[in-house]
């Protein structure tokens, strides 16, 4: 036994007690920190436990060299033939690697071939196309990018069963995180279609598809997956789409037909690589439409110059105004009124700041430290009051309130209320408000906070990093399994009052409700589902 011993040496049980007291560290404060970062340090603090496990062995062993090379080969072929009938699709939202059998065709794939539509399906009356009510959703988060809709109020989902949610239509879809735009019978949204990025319309209530506009334009990353990130906007009878590589077009809702198309990143003066060095996921930004004008965020080279807003004369493209000099983030400019002023915030790669409408002019500016190619700003920016301002992210950031307020020179100023990282981590989820409390998927699992002391209140379900919406009083969460789930927005307890299965796949994509119509989809499959209501919209 001591001869053993010796040969064995002190070095290699110390690592495996290292590396094993590493995954344990990291699965009991995975909840607490990041699941990702967990997850990362189990991988390496697993390989090294492999490795001087095998080592170590090979040197003790006193086997053939034979039997040892055979032993070693094992997992390497168990690997490579797992590989012959699974392909790596990328990972989720916490690194895991995704697989896919290489015998099912992507949706990518059956979209690209999907037979045109009866030339009639396609021929809708302009009055419908070009109306507008407080059924549509036009836009990312909904019309005013809170992820909130008053108007309708759900049936007491503990009196649904099992065909309650009735399903119109499921379908596949193209790649992309992209979520619906609703107008009038129409739904639009971006899809990676082989190597070009598509902007379609889907008739609302078949599945139907109307039109499609297509530019050349591939995004994939390893961790980010393949195919566009931002939603389209509709304002006017007009679609307005970013491409994540930074393709703006501006085409008519009714057929598609093309208005204006420009290149941001050639605007901005950088290639591709550049930018995809910056801003690594893709462009990410939903167009902002306001008073006839469409504001994205620019940005530029970060050793340079950056541009942090562009604002164009909606029917012709025609440049107005830039504001800011900070790159880009992957929120979305956002319309609110602050201290009686309607003003743009924008939350940038390091900052936040408000800009006035007419030309841009920078009202105030607070840091929000991030980085566009790291621990990226992802979430929007939520008016709690008239003088005060949420913001929230992950990678340790958690959540602050602002307070706006300006001098007697009028100059406005920004300052902080409370700040609390350990709480409303949205990687790149939002957070919704009820009765002043925030609600939202803290690292993948949803959180109550009280908006007056940034306190938790509760902490409950893991629905990892999925998507909210607040419907009436209640929560409606899109998990990133594809399950959506209904809860009252109570800030004393949370309980799950419905759940079914809406889609299958990674879900990260923002749901749409338009009537009582929820539309979902993840970057395979497209569905749509009618809620019932406890009253009928009130919208006309």
């Known amino acids: 036994m001591s001869s053993l011993v010796r040969r064995i040496g002190w070095l290699a049980p110390l690592l495996i007690v290292l590396a094993t007291a590493g995954i344990i560290i990291a699965r009991l404060t995975a909840e607490r920190f990041d699941f990702a970062i967990a997850n990362i340090v189990t991988l390496i603090c697993g390989f090294v436990i492999c490795v001087t496990v095998a080592s170590t062995w090979l040197r003790i062993s006193r086997a053939s060299v034979r039997f040892k090379l055979a032993i070693i080969a094992v997992p390497f072929v168990a690997a490579a033939v797992a590989l012959l ?55 990312f988060l909904g019309a005013d990018r809170r992820a909130t809709v008053t108007h309708i ?222 621990a990226a700003n992802v979430s929007q920016p939520v008016a709690v009051s008239d003088e005060s301002l949420l913001l929230s992210k992950a990678y340790g950031g958690g959540a602050a309130l602002l307070k706006l307020s300006k001098d007697s020179a009028e100059t406005w100023k920004c300052e902080k209320i409370w700040a609390n990282n350990a709480v409303l981590k949205t990687k790149f989820t939002n957070v919704v408000l009820h009765a002043g409390y925030a609600f939202g998927l803290s690292d993948g699992i949803l959180e109550c906070v009280d908006l007056a002391t940034g306190e938790r209140k509760w902490k409950a379900k893991r629905y990892r990093h999925g998507q909210i919406m607040l419907v009436g009083e209640y929560l409606l969460i899109v998990a990133e399994d594809g399950n959506v789930a209904i809860a009252k927005a109570d800030p004393n307890e949370f309980k799950e009052l419905y759940k079914f299965q809406a889609l299958e796949g990674m879900t990260w994509n923002n749901p749409a409700l338009a009537r009582d119509l929820l539309l979902v989809r993840n970057g395979e499959q497209a569905a749509c589902y009618r809620l019932p209501l406890e009253v009928p919209s009130s919208a006309p």
């Open 85 to 139: 009938f699974y392909q790596p699709i990328g990972v989720d939202s916490e690194l895991v690697p995704r697989f896919r059998p290489r015998w099912q065709q992507s949706a990518t794939v059956v979209i690209s071939e999907a037979k045109p539509l009866d030339e009639k399906t396609a021929d809708l009356e302009p009055a419908a196309v070009l109306s507008s009510s407080l059924n549509d959703y036009p836009g």
């Open 153 to 374: 109020k759900l049936a007491d989902p503990t009196t649904w069963d099992s065909k309650s949610p009735q399903l119109l239509w499921k379908q596949a879809i193209g790649a992309g995180w992209s979520a619906f735009s609703v107008a009038g019978n129409i739904a639009v949204t971006l899809e990676q279609s082989d190597e070009a990025e598509c902007l379609r319309a889907y008739e609302l209530s078949t599945g139907k598809r109307l039109w499609d506009y297509q530019w050349p334009s591939r995004h994939a990353t390893s961790l980010g997956g393949v195919g566009p990130r931002s939603t389209p906007t509709i304002a006017e009878g007009v679609v307005f789409a970013q491409g994540a590589n930074g393709i703006l077009v501006a085409v008519k809702l009714q057929n598609g037909e093309k208005l204006w198309e420009i290149d941001l990143l050639q605007i901005a003066g950088i290639t591709r690589e550049q930018a995809e060095k910056d801003v690594a996921w893709g462009r990410s930004s939903s167009p902002l439409f306001v008073a006839g004008k469409v504001v994205v965020p620019l940005g530029g080279a970060t050793d340079a110059k950056p541009v942090s807003l562009i604002c164009l004369e909606y029917l012709t493209g025609k440049e107005l105004w830039r504001s800011g000099n900070s790159q880009v983030s992957y929120a979305s400019p956002t319309l609110l009124t602050l201290l009686g002023t309607e003003q743009i915030v924008s939350v940038n790669e390091t900052s936040v700041s408000g800009h006035r409408i007419e030309d841009g002019t920078l009202l105030w500016d607070y840091p929000w430290p991030g980085a566009s190619n790291g």
